[in-house]
């Protein structure tokens, strides 16, 4: 390819072409999403509601957690127990400087190191993840 007054014409056709097909898409897919907004409701309304299902299965999944310590439960349903940090910044920032570890807090460095010492000004809490597998399967 040779720069050129021919190629760069051509250069801008393709430019105007794509735009204009980038238009044209787009009306159709608003004619799409006009025709089936019903649909698209329907859509809207159950991810909603499976959302929320969601949320209410976590929280008796956690319940079930805490009250029997299995973390393998019915249907596929699972607990994970991390560790969550809490910390003010400028004091993380303090340590890590009187450290010599930075000029800038590396939060995943200290995170490290504040979950394997105990630092005074760091809380650690217990964070409970309940996961789901792809599909929900119950033994016979």
């Given amino acids: 390819m040779e ?9 801008q056709k393709s430019v105007v072409s794509l735009e204009l097909f980038k238009e044209e898409w787009r009306t159709k897919q608003a004619g799409l999403e006009n025709k089936n907004a019903e649909l698209l409701q329907k859509i809207d309304h159950l991810s909603d509601e499976l959302n929320n299902q969601k949320d209410e299965l976590k929280v008796l999944a956690t319940e079930e957690f805490t009250k029997t310590g299995e973390k393998k439960l019915i249907g596929g349903l699972g607990i994970r ?3 969550e940090l809490n910390y003010e910044d400028e004091r993380a920032f303090a340590w890590a400087v009187d450290h010599k570890l930075c000029l800038q807090l590396d939060k995943t460095a ?5 979950k394997d010492q105990k630092l005074e000004f760091v ?3 217990e964070k409970i993840t309940v996961t789901f597998p792809k599909e929900i399967k119950f033994e016979a």
């Fill in 123 to 125: 809380e650690t809490e």
């Fill in 110 to 114: 200290f995170k490290k190191i504040a």
């Fill in 81 to 83: 127990v991390g560790v």
């Fill in 3 to 11: 720069l050129n007054k021919e190629n760069l014409e051509k250069y």
